[in-house]
């Protein structure tokens, strides 16, 4: 049996559903080439889905036929055409809401900027400190008749007990009297002198150093810790009581009461020779009270003591 070239070229071609639905629109109305439409017409023979597509899709069309004769009023086009969306709707609110907070508070706001302003330029506190102030001031009328005419020209506040002072300053005070018999004011500046206010002595403090080295390290430095508890040391500085800063050097910084200070002395004096050293500091410790950062080293180590500033403040 002969086939056609289109025939041929059909039974290679295999047409799947996907494409089928695809095509449907293009197939209804007429758009599609003989080898499509073959093809399709082919694929519904074999397949009731896709027919009912199809179906559906004429349905659809008929729907859309019958609405577009449906007629509209002009006012009801025009409302549909002026009318906005949903988010636009929101972003005209949302920024009417903004504009009347932004009206209501330029009042306001313009006022503080223009008393801020005023302040800045005008700067009234300039004019309180321009004033000038009465030291101490006599009143004639009630000057006491018994204080004599020729006062001396240096005189102390215990001497003028008529003399009201009203802002007494540390620099001199300048007083003004009158003369009650001449029956005119006399003015006579008087320098009144203050007794200075003694200094109180600066209270400084101290810290004790010590360096100690012994033989059997490891068993020693955990005695001198439990010495130092016991006289009542505790940690003065931010590491614990025998921080091992290097494996053959432990630190101890403490604070001791001055009483026990000899007794520590002597135990560490079982261990080897050990060298105290008071050095003056600007913390001061409370009376009875010393505080002692000690330095124990292994003796066979020829390492240098490291700096307590390096890792400890004191």
């Not at 921080?243 to 261990?271: D, I, V």
Request: overall charge neutral; hydrophobic content about 40%; glycine content about 4%.
């Amino acid at each position: 049996m002969d086939f056609s070239p289109i025939e041929r070229h059909i039974k290679r071609f295999r047409m799947t559903r996907f494409l089928c639905h695809e095509l449907l629109y293009d197939f209804h109305i007429g758009r599609l080439d003989d080898l499509r439409r073959r093809a399709i017409e082919e694929h519904l023979k074999e397949h009731h889905d896709s027919r009912q597509e199809l179906e559906r899709l004429k349905s659809a069309l008929s729907y859309c036929e019958l609405l577009s004769s449906v007629g509209l009023e002009n006012d009801l086009v025009e409302a549909l055409c002026e009318s906005r969306g949903t988010l636009e709707s929101t972003l005209w609110k949302s920024s009417q809401a903004v504009r009347e907070k932004i009206w209501r508070l330029m009042p306001p706001v313009l006022l503080a900027t223009a008393l801020t302003l005023g302040l800045v330029v005008v700067k009234p506190w300039r004019l309180l400190r321009d004033q000038p102030t009465t030291i101490a001031q006599i009143n004639k009328k009630t000057l006491n008749p018994v204080v004599p005419i020729d006062v001396p020209l240096t005189v102390g506040l215990r001497q003028l007990d008529v003399i009201s002072v009203v802002n007494p300053m540390p620099s001199p005070m300048i007083v003004s009297l009158f003369n009650p018999i001449e029956g005119k004011s006399k003015s006579q500046e008087i320098k009144v002198a203050q007794d200075e206010k003694p200094q109180k002595p600066v209270v400084q403090g101290a810290l004790w150093r010590a360096n100690i080295s012994v033989v059997n390290f490891s068993a020693t430095w955990p005695l001198i810790r439990d010495k130092i508890v016991e006289l009542g040391g505790h940690v003065a500085g931010s590491v614990e009581l025998g921080w091992l800063r290097r494996p053959n050097q432990s630190y101890f910084h403490f604070s001791l009461p001055e009483s026990n200070q000899e007794a520590l002395r002597e135990f560490l004096s079982t261990f080897g020779p050990v060298r105290f050293s008071k050095q003056i500091h600007p913390r001061v410790m409370p009376e009875g009270k010393i505080r002692i950062i000690l330095t124990v080293k292994d003796d066979l180590s020829n390492e240098p003591t490291i700096p307590d500033s390096e890792t400890d403040s004191p």
